[in-house]
């Protein structure tokens, strides 16, 4: 049974919650409050298995209180908001909240939330995360031809080298000395880093510079 405490200002709002978590199977509604100081001082007292916090609320913001409900207790907290503002997110997350929904969340999704904070699991909502995941990707990395500043000459003797032409292949249909082709090949190398002929191929493979520009 998990005990859930609710946080809003809204009466209509936490009447419509209470009546879900009394009628749902494996949840009892522990308590509400409408303002950030009430909330604090009966989560203490209740102490619910999770806090069903909105943000802004008279006496005290829901993210206010939500760092003393944190830091008091064992009570999760899972924020249920209007407003999907970074500031608000990255707040609340890095107080240590186990969730942050938003209001036009399904009553389904609302309790699969406070299960999963009640088993020491994250919910996000999914424009929450998408966002989140944008901002911490990693960049991608730029491919090793971009930038490279490579000359005429040394592309040919890339794309000879992706179509598997040997060194002296390349220097006879460049007419070019054997040393010179070796020579190209070292300085792509470094300026690519990569450290033999196979890998040059595939980078201009993928590149796709097997054919001379028209």
Do not use: C, W
Not at 160 to 183: F, H, M
């Amino acid at each position: 049974m998990i005990s859930v405490f609710l946080a809003d200002d809204d009466p209509a709002f936490r009447r419509v919650y209470r009546t879900l978590f009394e009628r749902t199977e494996g949840f009892r509604f522990a308590g509400e409050a409408g303002d950030g100081a009430t909330t604090v001082r009966l989560v203490r007292a209740l102490r619910p298995a999770v806090a069903l916090l909105d943000v802004q609320m008279p006496g005290g913001d829901g993210l206010t209180a939500a760092a003393a409900v944190l830091e008091g207790g064992d009570t999760r907290v899972v924020v249920l908001t209007t407003f999907d503002l970074d500031d608000y997110v990255y707040r609340a997350l890095s107080l240590g909240a186990s969730g942050f929904l938003l209001k036009n969340a399904a009553p389904a999704e609302v309790l699969r939330a406070v299960r999963a904070g009640h088993a020491g699991h994250a919910a996000l909502a999914p424009e929450v995360t998408a966002r989140l995941v944008r901002q911490f990707a990693p960049p991608a990395r730029p491919h090793p031809f971009a930038g490279s500043r490579l000359s005429a000459r040394e592309l040919q003797v890339v794309r000879l080298v992706a179509r598997g032409l040997s060194n002296q292949q390349i220097a006879d249909e460049l007419r070019l000395s054997l040393e010179t082709v070796r020579t190209y090949l070292r300085r792509m190398f470094a300026k690519l880093g990569v450290n033999d002929r196979t890998h040059l191929a595939v980078l201009a493979h993928e590149a796709g510079l097997l054919h001379e520009p028209r």
